[in-house]
């Protein structure tokens, strides 16, 4: 399923567009849900499979779903991915006080679809929920846009302090819990703040952990372990 926040809603008529981040607009109907959600409104996340029309070629939603709070996986394909949906609804422009349409309205589906998922939670509820699905569900190689995210979250949420300490709790977590995937792809990315590090300089390191990851190192992280106590025995094509 893909996911879409609502640009507009006629609730007389049943049928509304969404926004998606790489599938453009697409058409929803109220018939196109299992369960009809008791109300829709502008933001709203829905999940859905897209499917053509054949009479003019757009996209119009089925299986159509309201997210619930059990869908931060869902949430989270969006990782590393845009994320970006225009919400402004230029079907039924509104004039401003100049006479000029309103600027285009940019919002974060991400960071729409979580706090979706935890609407009504308490902040120990949605701590547990991060908690189980890094140690169970995450792919090792998102590690990075997690962590981002949970950064962009808790800032976000700055002002709610149970949901603003998330950050340092996941990051905490991270560091307890480090493979040799996830502590590569942070060595690779330069992201040593999720564990703990200042990102100004550089980290060594083990040799096994680059031997393990040596067909994801490109001409900068060769140059980067010219510098590293191990170098010598690192055969890398620079030295050869």
Known sequence: MILGAVKWYNREKGFGMLETPS?????????????????????QVIALNKIKNRDNQHYSAKNSR?????????????????????LTDTS???????????????????????????????ANIVENTFRDYFMNTLDENQIVPFCEFVERW????????????????????????????IL?????????????????????IPLEVVQQFFSHLGPEEFNRIRSYSYAAAFETPANT
């Open 154 to 181: 808790s800032a976000h949420h700055r002002n709610d302090s149970g949901r603003a300490g998330l950050s340092h709790s996941m990051f905490s977590l991270i560091g307890d819990n480090l493979t040799p995937a």
């Open 184 to 204: 590569f792809h942070i060595w690779k990315r330069k992201a040593f703040r999720f564990i703990g590090k200042a990102e100004s300089g550089d980290y060594e």
């Open 66 to 86: 309201l997210l619930e709070s059990f869908d931060l996986p869902l949430a989270m394909s969006l990782l590393d991915k845009p994320y970006l949906v225009n």
């Open 23 to 43: 599938d453009g607009s697409i058409f929803f109907h109220i018939n196109s849900f299992g369960v009809h959600p008791i109300e829709i409104f502008k933001k």
């Open 92 to 122: 039924r422009p509104k004039q401003g006080t100049s006479g000029t349409p309103p600027r285009d309205q940019h919002d974060d589906l991400l960071l729409l679809a979580v706090d979706q998922v935890f609407r009504g939670k308490d």
